[in-house]
């Protein structure tokens, strides 16, 4: 999709940059390969934001394939809102009021 602009929420980022700092701790390998994981991701929502299924409507999910997190996002015609970096075994909707 040429022109759509993608949009963190503030919250999303702090998601990302704890995973980040998490698998640091462990691996400097590990903490690499989840930052190139979540920007293939991002790349890939942007490219075709319609691809993944519905979530919990209006938004969609992007599961990751070697971590146990996922993107929530929601899709217009102008963006793409990244809502949420969620690890698998969180609350479910805990990010709704972000939309």
Do not use: C, K
Not at 10 to 18: D, I, K, M, N, T
Not at 23 to 47: C, P
Not at 82 to 99: E, N
């Amino acid at each position: 999709m040429a022109g759509v602009s993608i949009v963190f929420h503030p919250e999303a980022v702090l998601e990302a940059r704890a995973a980040r700092e998490w698998y640091r701790e462990r691996s400097e390998a590990a903490a690499d390969g989840f930052v190139a994981e979540l920007d293939a991701a991002i790349a890939q929502i942007l490219a075709s934001p319609d691809r993944w299924p519905l979530y919990i409507p209006p938004t969609r999910r992007f599961l990751f394939r070697r971590y146990p997190y996922f993107v929530v996002y929601q899709a217009t015609e102008n963006a793409v809102q990244i809502l949420a970096v969620a690890h698998g075994h969180r609350r479910p909707g805990y990010w709704r009021a972000r939309s």
